[in-house]
């Protein structure tokens, strides 16, 4: 079967990775297809559109598996081992087929900080039903998969609010 289905990579400085995958999730829910977003970094900015999930039912389902990332030193591994297992997460979902459109969110920083490989990556990819859409977001992205990537964006911060003090907005921030 030919693949319809493409490899799609929000990366950058700017804000709007992440939210843009939601956007995509969006429209694509309005066709009634199905969609998955693994999140691979736990943050406190997450919330809404965990929230939001549960109003569409069976057609969205959303998995906040990854650590913290809290580059402390003394839990490298068990973030290593939070990673490892939510890349296990998605492959399993990639081999199920069950989804059309899949992202998966900050996936960009396991590979960077070499908890993943990026062979495995691309293999998993490439392994995925013809039809299925996948997303990646996060800064950094590796060159294999900007490579093996149908359609890259690179989101360029001009002005943050956070530059000039102001503090994280609820439903638009998390
Ligand atoms: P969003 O989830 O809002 O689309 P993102 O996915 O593009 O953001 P991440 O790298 O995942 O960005 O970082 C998430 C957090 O970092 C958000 O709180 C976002 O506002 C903040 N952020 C993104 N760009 C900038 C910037 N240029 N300066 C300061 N903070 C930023
Ligand atoms: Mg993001």
């Not at 960077?112 to 997303?135: C, K």
Request: proline share 2%; aromatic share 8%; net charge negative.
């Amino acid at each position: 079967m030919p693949r319809t289905g493409l490899l799609i990579v929000n990366t950058g400085e700017g804000k709007g990775k992440t939210t843009a995958a939601l956007g995509l999730a969006f429209r694509a829910l309005g066709h009634g297809l199905r969609v998955c977003m693994i999140q691979f970094i736990k943050g406190p900015w997450n919330y809404g559109e965990q929230k939001a999930a549960q109003r569409f039912g069976d057609l969205l389902e959303i998995h906040t598996l990854g650590g913290g990332f809290t580059w402390d030193s003394a839990n490298l591994a068990e973030d290593t081992r939070l990673a490892r297992e939510a890349w296990d997460f998605a492959k399993q979902t990639i081999a199920e087929a069950r989804h059309d459109l899949l992202i998966l969110d900050e996936l960009t920083y396991l590979i960077e900080y070499r908890m993943i490989a990026e062979g495995e990556v691309l293999e998993a990819l490439r392994s995925r039903s013809p039809g299925m859409h996948v997303v990646i977001t996060g800064r950094n992205v590796s060159q294999g998969l900007l490579h093996a990537a149908d359609l890259v964006t690179e989101m360029q911060s001009v002005k943050h609010p956070f530059d000039f003090g102001v503090k994280a907005q609820r439903g638009i921030e998390y």
